[in-house]
């Protein structure tokens, strides 16, 4: 069974950056169609950023310029770089794998941005 495991959330001040990490399991997630989401309370889910399997990289409006979404295939994972973070960031963040007509959902990371 495919499996999205993310790591890298938490508590970061206004300003600051964190890298959060979604690792599929089997190495399947290499040169496949990846997003980011994010839902904060009371909120729909949004869209943050996608990759697609040639590389190219698509941001929210709200992110472009400040997060980054990357990906290891060595390593099956995909990335996402925030940097400059606002409390308006803070939110629970979802990876989501797709493959032909199949999508997976990683667990959630919490990110807080808080002074």
């Known amino acids: 069974q495919v499996q999205l495991v993310e790591s890298g959330g938490g508590l970061v001040q206004p300003g600051g950056s964190l890298r959060l990490s979604c690792v599929a399991s089997?190495?399947?997630?290499?040169?496949?169609?990846v997003a980011w989401y994010r839902q904060a309370p009371g909120k729909q889910r949004d869209l943050v950023a996608a990759?697609?399997?040639?590389?190219?990289?698509d941001y929210a409006d709200s992110v472009k310029g400040r997060f980054t979404i990357s990906r290891d295939n060595a390593k099956s994972t995909v990335y996402l770089q925030m940097n400059s973070l606002k409390p308006e960031d803070t939110a629970v963040y979802y990876c989501?794998?797709?493959?032909?007509?199949?999508?997976?959902w990683g667990q959630g990371s919490q990110v807080t941005v808080s002074s």
């Open positions: 990759i697609t399997s040639g590389g190219r990289r």
């Open positions: 089997g190495s399947i997630l290499s040169n496949q169609f």
């Open positions: 989501r794998l797709f493959i032909d007509s199949s999508a997976w």
